[in-house]
């Protein structure tokens, strides 16, 4: 299944305060398309500027959810790392 042709969709967009930082969430969630599908439900990430957008695709409701809580929680964890990784390297 491709997220375009899922009967149910969600889109997600994250902006940030700067482009780096946007390219450092992008980068550390995008590897996880692909890994993180099944057959209910996918994913696509992409990245214009300071703003992330995940597209999740599913065949049913409860699979939706699912999916947009599994990338919430990944966003989550990549936006505190990026905020981590840019006060180590300010310090």
Same mark, same amino acid.
């Given at each position: 299944?491709?997220?375009?042709?899922?009967?149910? &969709?969600?889109?997600?967009?994250?902006?940030? #305060?700067?482009?780096?930082?946007?390219?450092?969430?992008?980068?550390?969630?995008?590897?996880?398309?692909?890994?993180? #599908?099944?057959?209910?439900? &996918?994913?696509?990430?992409?990245?214009?500027?300071? &703003?992330?957008?995940?597209?999740?695709?599913?065949? #049913?409701?409860?699979?939706?959810?699912?999916?947009?809580?599994?990338?919430?929680?990944?966003?989550?964890?990549?936006?505190?790392?990026?905020?981590?990784?840019?006060?180590?390297?300010?310090?």
């Amino acid at each position: 299944m491709f997220v375009d042709d899922a009967p149910h &969709t969600l889109s997600l967009r994250f902006a940030y #305060d700067t482009e780096r930082r946007a390219r450092i969430v992008e980068r550390s969630v995008r590897v996880e398309v692909g890994e993180i #599908d099944d057959d209910r439900s &996918t994913a696509r990430v992409e990245r214009e500027g300071r &703003t992330v957008r995940v597209q999740v695709g599913a065949a #049913d409701l409860v699979a939706l959810r699912a999916g947009a809580n599994t990338w919430l929680r990944l966003l989550d964890v990549a936006e505190a790392v990026s905020v981590d990784a840019e006060d180590s390297a300010g310090a």
